[in-house]
C-alpha cells in the first residue's frame, strides 16, 4: 500500500494520538473578503447559534481580540457528556489590505482587471480553467464580461452624448468635455451596482492574488510569514491536540503557502506534538495554479503533498460551482512530484445532507450563498459540520475516513463513547 492509501486507511504512522481532542488551536486564513476579523466573529456567533439547535451542547463563545494588524482571536468552549473542548480560534486578518484595493478609484480598478482577463487569454489559463472545471469557468466569465459591458456601456453612452451635443452646433471641445463626462458618470453609477454583485470584489482579488502565485511581492507576504510562524508556535504547545489549519475559498491560494513556509522554519512540524490538520474549503486555488507561470504556487503545493507529518484534507462539492469538483489539486494543476506523495485526502461534501429540505431550495441557486455553506452551521447532523471540526472531540482527520459512523456514535444529548466503545469505521 502506497503512502497516500495508508494516509486514506488511517495506518500511516503519525506523531500524537488519535485519541479524543481536549484542546484545539485553530489558524483560520480568510479569502479575498474586505469584512475581516469583525464581520467573520460576527457570522461565527450567528451560525454558532444555528449549530447549537442541532448539537445540544454546553458551550460559549468569547469576545473577539484584535491583537495586531496581522491577528485576531476568539475562544470557545463545548462540552457534552463525556467530553470537553477548548478552542482557541485565531484569525489571519488580510482586511487591512484588501479593502484599500477595493476601494481603488474605478479606473485603476477596471485597468487592473483588463489586464487581468489579457493575460488569462494570451498565457490560455482561461481555456485551462474551462476544461478543469467548465462551471468555475463560467462562474469566472461572470465578473470578466461585467467588466467588459461596464467598459463599453460607458463608453457608447458618452459616444452617444457627445455627438448628440455635437450636432445641436455645441463647439466640438465643449461636446467631448461633456461625453467624457457622462462617461464617467455612467461608470460611477455602474459601479455601484459592480459593488452589490460582487464584481469589484471577485475581479478586484484576482489580478492580485495571480501576483501573488507567481512570486511577486504583495500585501500578503507579511500575512503568509505571521501565519507560519502562528501554526508554528501552536505546534509547539505541548498542551494542546491538534492544530487545524482551515482556508476556504480565497484563502486556499494563500494556505498552502504559509505552511510550506511554517516546514522551512520547522521541519519537525507534525513529527512531535500535536497533530497538523490543513483542511481546503471550496477551494478557488487551482485556479490560480493553472497559470504557467504560478511556479510560487506549485512549489509550495508539490511540499505539501509530500509531507507525510502533515495531514492535508481538500473538501470539495458538486453543487458549489466556485470551488473544483472531482478535481485533484495536485496532478490536475501540472504538480510533479519527485518523491512519494501523501496529500491531499479529497472529501466530497453533500449540503443537501446538511441543511433542511425546506431551507435547501432557498439557496440552491444563491451560489455565494452556497458557496459559504463550508464555513456555516447545519441545520441536521452530517459528516461534514464546520463548527464539530472546531469545537468537537473527534480529531479532524477521522471525519473523512468515518464520517457517517461518527455522526452515529454521538447519543441525542450529544455525549460521545470513549474510543474502545465507538461505532466501527462504516
Not at 452617444?160 to 455645441?170: D, E, F, I, K, S
Not at 510562524?229 to 476556504?248: F, G, K, P, S, T
Amino acid at each position: 500500500m502506497d503512502l497516500l492509501a495508508e494516509r486514506a486507511a488511517g495506518t500511516l504512522p503519525r506523531g500524537g494520538s488519535e485519541a479524543m481532542v481536549r484542546r484545539r488551536r485553530v489558524v483560520y486564513v480568510e479569502g479575498y473578503d474586505p469584512q475581516g476579523a469583525k464581520g467573520y466573529h460576527r457570522l461565527f456567533l450567528r451560525e454558532w447559534r444555528r449549530f447549537l439547535t442541532v448539537w445540544p451542547l454546553q458551550a460559549s463563545v468569547g469576545d473577539l481580540v484584535i491583537e495586531s494588524e496581522a491577528f485576531a482571536h476568539w475562544r470557545l468552549s463545548a462540552a457534552a457528556p463525556g467530553w470537553k473542548v477548548e478552542t482557541q480560534y485565531d484569525f489571519l486578518r488580510l482586511e487591512h489590505v484588501i479593502r484599500p484595493w477595493m476601494a481603488a478609484p474605478t479606473w485603476a480598478h477596471l485597468w487592473r482587471s483588463l489586464r487581468w482577463i489579457a493575460d488569462d487569454l494570451a498565457s490560455l489559463t482561461f481555456f485551462r480553467i474551462f476544461r478543469a472545471s467548465w462551471r468555475f469557468g463560467l462562474h469566472l466569465l461572470y465578473p470578466q464580461l461585467f467588466i467588459l459591458a461596464w467598459i463599453a456601456i460607458s463608453v457608447l453612452a458618452g459616444a452617444a452624448a457627445g455627438r448628440w451635443l455635437a450636432a445641436t452646433a455645441l463647439p466640438w471641445p465643449l461636446a467631448l468635455t461633456a461625453g467624457a463626462a457622462v462617461a464617467f458618470l455612467v461608470g460611477l453609477a455602474i459601479r455601484k451596482v459592480a459593488d452589490r454583485g460582487f464584481v469589484i470584489q471577485i475581479s478586484g482579488g484576482w489580478p492580485h492574488l495571480r501576483a501573488f502565485a507567481r512570486g511577486r511581492p504583495t500585501g500578503f507576504d507579511a500575512a503568509v510569514e505571521a501565519g507560519a510562524q502562528r501554526i508554528v508556535d501552536a505546534a509547539r504547545d505541548d498542551a494542546c491536540d491538534e492544530v487545524l489549519i482551515l482556508a476556504h475559498s480565497a484563502g486556499t491560494v494563500l494556505a498552502p503557502l504559509v505552511l510550506a513556509r511554517a516546514l522551512a522554519i520547522d521541519p519537525d512540524l507534525g513529527r512531535r506534538g500535536p497533530r497538523v490538520v490543513l483542511m481546503t474549503l471550496g477551494a478557488i486555488m487551482p485556479g490560480f495554479a493553472l497559470h504557467p507561470a504560478a511556479r510560487r504556487l506549485r512549489e509550495a503545493l508539490a511540499r505539501v503533498a509530500q509531507e507525510p507529518s502533515i495531514t492535508w484534507i481538500d473538501c470539495q462539492s458538486r453543487k458549489d460551482i466556485m470551488n473544483f469538483w472531482d478535481f485533484d489539486p495536485i496532478e490536475d494543476v501540472g504538480v510533479r512530484l519527485a518523491g512519494a506523495r501523501v496529500n491531499p485526502q479529497i472529501w466530497t461534501i453533500r449540503f443537501r445532507d446538511m441543511v433542511s429540505p425546506q431551507y435547501y431550495p432557498r439557496i440552491r441557486t444563491n451560489f455565494f450563498r452556497l458557496h459559504f455553506q463550508f464555513i456555516m452551521g447545519n441545520d441536521r447532523r452530517a459528516p461534514y459540520d464546520f463548527f464539530m471540526l472546531v469545537a468537537g472531540p473527534v480529531p479532524a482527520a477521522e471525519w473523512p475516513r468515518q464520517g457517517h459512523a461518527l455522526v452515529a456514535a454521538f447519543d441525542v444529548d450529544a455525549a460521545y463513547p470513549t474510543r474502545e466503545k465507538q461505532a466501527p469505521a462504516a
